[in-house]
Each structure stands twice: as C-alpha cells, then as structure tokens.
C-alpha cells in the first residue's frame, strides 16, 4: 500500500469517526431537550406553601365529599382521585372537579389522580361538580359546595 492510499485510508476513519461523534451528539441533544419539554408535565405542580389540602374522591356513586371549607385568599389544593376503572361504561373511569365562579377544572384519570392549586378570592358558595359520567351534572351525588368564608 502506497504512502498516499495510507494518507487516504486514515482520512476516512478520521471522517467517520467525526460522523458517528456528530450523530451520537445530536441524538444526545434531542433526547435532553425532549426530556426538558417532556418530563415536567409528569411531575406534580409546585404547591404554594401554607395550602391547605383537600381530598375529594369520585365513584360511580358521587363525590366522598360534599361540602369543603376554605378561607378567602388562602391558597387551596384540591386532589381529586378517580376510584373507578378505565372499563366505567360512562366516562371511561374518568372523575371531574369543576368550579366555573373560579376557572378551576379538574379532570382524574381511571384509578388516578389530579390535583390543583387555586386561592378563593372572596367569601361565598361556590358549586362544584362532574359533568364527565354519572348523569353530569345533573346528578346531585356529583355535586358539593365549596364555602369560603373570610
């Protein structure tokens, strides 16, 4: 083998080694950013400190809880868990939590949950409920009332 096919057989090497180094950083690259954009959409929201923390399952048969007590301007964190099965004939296991008078919207996964932070700005009954399965909201099991007081 000459001197100049040597020269050009290293100089190939050298430029799919450069390749396979430029492939395997741009795929680096891809994977971290999707991690960044991906993973906190899995990860639970920050809650502001000193919220109080309400529990609230949804079944087939209404809400566990029908009435919940806040206090005005305090932040609230409301984690709705689904107790039934994705196989739910209406709603496909899904539960809801929903106030309008607040913009608050709550949807629990079959077997799962969700949960949000809001604050009540003033004092009065605010209905929430489930318009997802179980009649909506029509049903009154799939009613409560969220007091806040001053």
Not at 45 to 51: D, E
Not at 93 to 101: L, V
């Amino acid at each position: 083998m000459s001197h100049r096919d040597r020269r050009e057989q290293s100089r190939r090497r050298r430029r799919g080694r450069w390749k396979r180094s430029a492939y395997v950083l741009i795929v680096l690259a891809v994977a971290g950013a999707t991690a960044w954009l991906v993973v906190p959409g899995f990860l639970p929201a920050p809650r502001p400190a000193g919220a109080d923390v309400v529990e609230v399952e949804g079944t087939m048969s209404g809400f566990t809880t029908k009435v919940i007590r806040a206090k005005a301007g305090r932040p609230l964190t409301v984690r709705l868990t689904s107790l039934d099965t994705r196989f739910h004939t209406d709603g496909g296991g899904k539960h809801q939590f929903a106030i309008d008078g607040l913009g608050v919207n709550i949807i629990a996964p079959p077997q799962g949950s969700r949960e949000a932070t809001f604050t009540p700005p003033a004092p009065g009954v605010y209905e929430y409920y489930c318009d997802v399965c179980c009649g909506g909201r029509a049903n009154p099991t799939m009613q409560g009332k969220l007091i806040v007081e001053a």
